[in-house]
Structures are given as C-alpha cells and as structure tokens.
C-alpha cells in the first residue's frame, strides 16, 4: 500500500513538472502580434490587394508581408476564430500598419477602407450601374464604350443580366473597361452563373436570365421559385407574360406598384402586355437565387400571382381567385398599405 502511495505521489509530481514545462513552453512560442492601437490616425498606411478566393491563410501572408501584422500565424489565428472573415471582400483595402492582427480583420470589413468600392445590387438595371461608376469618376463616353466592348459568354447578345451582384474594390489605375469585364467574368466564375451557361433546358442560356431577372424583379426570395412557375406555365400555353416589372424597365422607374393601363400600352418589345413571350433580354441584374430559381422553377399549376399586402403574396391557377385577391390588393393599396 505505501509502495502504491509512493507511485501516485511520484505521477503526481511528474504530471506537475510536464504541465509547468508545458505552460512555460506555449508562453515563449504564443503567436507574435502587435498590441491593439488605441488611435491609427496619423500611422502609415498601405493599400493592399486580396486576390479573389484568397484563403485565410493566404491573407494572413499578404498582412505579414506587408507589413501589417507582426507574423502570419497572429491573422490567421483570429481569422480562424472569426466567421467574420469569412466575408472579407476581394479588391483593394487601405490597412494601417503595425496593427494587432484583430484590428488588421476590422479593417479589412470596414467599406471607408475600401478604396473605388461599387456595389452592384441584385435587380439593378445597368443604367443604375452606369451612375455609380459616374460617381466614381468615369464619363458616360468611358461607361458606355466599356459596356458595348466586355467580351461576353457564347450565347449573350447584351450585357445586361450580366453584370453579377456584388462588393467589387478597384485599384486607383483602373479602366472602366476592366471594370465591366471583371463583373462580367464574376458572372462565369460564380456557381450560378456557370451552372446557367451549362443549362440543358428547352430556354436559352441568355432566356433563363431573363427569366431570373424578371423573377428577381417580381417577388421576394420566398416567391422566387413560385414566379418562375408561373413564367414558364404562361409561356407553355402562349400567355402574355403580363409582368409590371417589364414596363417598369423600360420606363425606368421603381417603387411603384400601381401600373396605368396607359403604360401597359407603351410600344416596346420589353413590354410583355403587349408582347408574348419573353423579353428581348433581362431586365435588370439577378443574383445567384434567382438565378437558381429559373432553372429550377416549384412544380404547380400557377397562372396569376398578386400581392395583396406587403409580404403576402398569393397564387392561383383560377382566373375567378385571382379577381378576388385582385380586389383585396385595390383595397390595401388605396388604405395605404404599400406607401
């Protein structure tokens, strides 16, 4: 028994000593980092380029070499730790540095740090486009010569649709030119996109993304799917598409729900009130859901669509029911339920 008791003493004590040593060790090789700066205005600064698909990793070098943090492994360590990463955009961002690798990830999410930054959101129209790069400092002659010249995937006749959704960051020597194509070659880079010119579907590669844009223009997220049903059952039986969205392009307005029976008569061949079938092309730039939702539309019988209050949007195959929601969406609109 004394023997046994001596054993556990001695297990005790090595145990001890291994944890000491262990503890001594990881505070002499814990991750170099900067201590947090409690003011950066007035410290150097440096605009550094995340390439796009850059991995934390990758990042974490970029800041290391760049003089931004003080090792690769103190970025990384916070990134890993931080979802927010996640999100850091590609492009150009305005990092101080000497900072602490936190810091250095706050910086990196800030969008007054991001130099030339555009955003292109899902629906909008290239004319939309064309006034952020305006405001950016390109002439509508740059603009225009930029949109008309991108090299477009096989099967595309116009630009519009094409433009993908989402934050772009520029150097300060950027061309206009390479602006449009960037967004472009976003469009086939990304999963949607790609998956759309793939397309085995009896609509073209550039009808289906005029089927997303019309989808993104008409419904919520949660109807995206029920839309496009309702497109491909008209189409199916010769139908006028008869969506507001497409007289809302071409008069280039937004936010108003009530349409004119004067407008729905405006001789265009965007006008699906007058026309049947598709548009000419989209109406405006879908994201990746909509894009989704053209290719692979809900199953169901819908014919009409309306919505009849703010987030309540209904569908029917009857003519008859859709008279009635009709009647209900009138007496919303005149209450004020849509202002």
Same mark, same amino acid.
């Given at each position: 028994m004394k023997e046994f008791r001596r054993l556990v003493v001695a297990g005790v004590v090595i145990a001890s000593i291994t944890l000491s040593l262990f503890l001594l060790r990881s505070q002499s090789t814990s991750t170099p980092d900067y201590q947090v700066m409690a003011q950066v205005a007035g410290a150097p600064e440096i605009?550094?380029?995340?390439?796009?698909?850059?991995?934390?990793?990758?990042?974490?070098?970029?800041?290391?070499?760049?003089?931004?943090?003080?090792?690769?492994?103190?970025?990384?360590?916070?990134?890993?730790?931080?979802? /927010?990463?996640?999100?850091v955009a590609p492009g150009s961002h305005r990092l101080t540095q000497k900072i602490a #690798? @936190?810091? #250095?990830?706050?910086?990196?999410?800030?969008?007054?740090?991001?130099?030339?930054?555009?955003?292109v959101f899902e629906g909008q129209w290239i004319s939309e486009i064309a006034t952020s790069l305006q405001d950016i400092g390109f002439s509508k002659s740059e603009i225009n010569k930029a949109f008309s010249n991108a090299v477009l995937p096989k099967g595309f006749?116009?630009?519009?649709?094409?433009?993908?959704?989402?934050?772009?960051?520029f150097a300060s020597d950027v061309t206009a030119s390479q602006i449009a194509q960037s967004m472009v070659d976003r469009? /086939?880079?990304?999963?949607?996109?790609?998956?759309? %010119?793939? #397309?085995?579907?009896?609509?073209?590669?550039?009808?289906?993304?005029?089927?997303?844009?019309?989808?993104?223009?008409?419904?919520?997220?949660?109807d995206f799917k029920q839309v496009s049903r309702v497109i491909y059952n008209r189409i199916a039986l010769g139908?006028?598409?008869?969506?507001?969205?497409?007289?809302?392009? %071409?008069? @280039?307005?937004?936010?108003?729900?009530?349409?004119?029976?004067?407008s729905t008569l405006i001789n265009s061949p965007y006008n699906t009130y007058k026309n049947r079938g598709l548009p000419p092309g989209p109406i405006g730039n879908p994201g990746a859901l909509a894009i989704s939702a053209a290719m692979n539309p809900t199953?169901?019988?819908?014919?009409y669509f309306i919505t009849v209050a703010p987030s309540d949007t209904r569908f029917t195959s009857s003519f008859d029911q859709f008279n009635i929601w009709k009647a209900l969406y009138i007496k919303n609109r005149k209450a004020g339920a849509f202002k």
């Open positions: 605009i550094i380029t995340i390439p796009s698909g850059a991995t934390g990793s990758a990042i974490a070098r970029i800041l290391f070499d760049q003089g931004v943090t003080k090792s690769v492994s103190a970025y990384f360590k916070v990134a890993v730790a931080d979802p /927010r990463s996640q999100k #690798a @936190k810091q #250095a990830l706050d910086q990196l999410l800030d969008p007054t740090r991001i130099p030339n930054l555009l955003k006749t116009t630009i519009e649709g094409l433009l993908f959704p989402a934050q772009y960051s469009f /086939r880079q990304d999963a949607s996109g790609r998956d759309l %010119i793939s #397309a085995q579907s009896e609509f073209s590669a550039q009808e289906l993304l005029t089927i997303a844009s019309i989808v993104q223009a008409e419904g919520k997220v949660q139908m006028p598409l008869q969506m507001d969205s497409t007289v809302h392009f %071409i008069k @280039k307005v937004r936010g108003s729900i009530f349409l004119s029976t004067q199953p169901g019988d819908w014919l």
